[in-house]
């Protein structure tokens, strides 16, 4: 579903990415789990194409993103359901009006949709809150808003979510009920999961393999339970 060769992104003489590598196959949850700071929303921004590496092939579905026109790379964020780090809603938007943007901002692909409450309603019910449509997100919880953001990463039914964070500012309680809906999404839509979390319980949970992002690169690759029993120091580092 996505694979990332050699990638590399500079600022300055800050080298973020020095020669990073992925695969995410079908159906499968992969955790890439790095230290604040690490690059891990610079490696998700290229991926989606919202950031320019400086060298690196990035395929999504077979297809190289670094080489897309506008039109073929909007084409291909369709089948790619981000969930931002924070959340990333429209402030002055109802619930409903943010599920309706992606719609109507690829209607090339979705058509002129006349009635949209169907699909803003399945979104919404899939991830529990089908009642807050017609409140603004500053009405909602922190938990709620990122149920939210989930919906409306739902809402083009991808075949690949990217979670940037997913339970980082949520008290413990909220994340198990983030972490368990992630699980059931999961199931429901049949998607490939990118998640990138320093929350050792979420990688527990919903990974099935798993990558460390240090000094740029994978510094090691494994199950949750081949990591967490590693003697390496740097490793371990993470599951303290
Ligand atoms: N647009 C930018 N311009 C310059 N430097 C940037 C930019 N975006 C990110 N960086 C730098 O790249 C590095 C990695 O940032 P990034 O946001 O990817 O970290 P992260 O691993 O996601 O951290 P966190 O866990 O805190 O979210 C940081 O040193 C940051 O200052
Ligand atoms: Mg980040």
Redesign the pocket.
């Known amino acids: 579903m996505l694979e990332i060769k050699d990638l590399r992104k500079s600022?300055g003489n800050?080298h973020?990415l020095n020669g990073f590598n992925l695969e995410l196959f079908e159906g499968e949850n992969l955790v890439i789990m790095?230290?604040?700071?690490?690059?891990?929303?610079?490696?998700i921004k290229c991926l989606v194409g919202l950031m320019q590496p400086d060298s690196g092939s990035i395929r999504v579905m077979g297809k190289d993103i670094t080489k897309l026109n506008r039109v073929e790379l909007d084409d291909i964020r369709t089948e790619i359901g981000f969930l931002f780090?924070g959340n990333a809603l429209y402030d002055s938007m109802t619930v409903r009006e943010n599920l309706e943007f992606p719609l109507r901002r690829h209607k090339q692909k979705f058509g002129d949709i006349k009635d949209t409450t169907p699909l803003v309603t399945e979104a919404l019910e899939s991830v529990g809150l089908a009642h807050t449509m017609d409140l603004m997100p500053s009405e909602l919880s922190g938990g709620m808003q990122k149920r939210i953001a989930l919906a409306r990463a739902l809402i083009l039914k991808p075949r690949i979510i990217l979670y940037d964070?997913p339970t980082s500012g949520l008290d413990p309680i909220t994340s198990k009920e983030i972490i368990e809906l992630m699980r059931r999404v999961q199931k429901q839509y049949k998607t490939s999961s990118l998640i990138?979390t320093?929350d050792v319980d979420c990688a527990r949970v919903v990974s099935e393999r798993m990558i460390l992002l240090v000094d740029g690169t994978n510094y090691a690759e494994g199950t949750f339970a081949e990591l967490a029993s590693s003697k390496d120091e740097q490793v371990k580092a993470f599951f303290k």
Do not use: R, Y
């Open positions: 600022f800050n973020v790095g230290k604040s700071g690490s690059g891990k929303s610079v490696m780090q964070e990138i320093h």
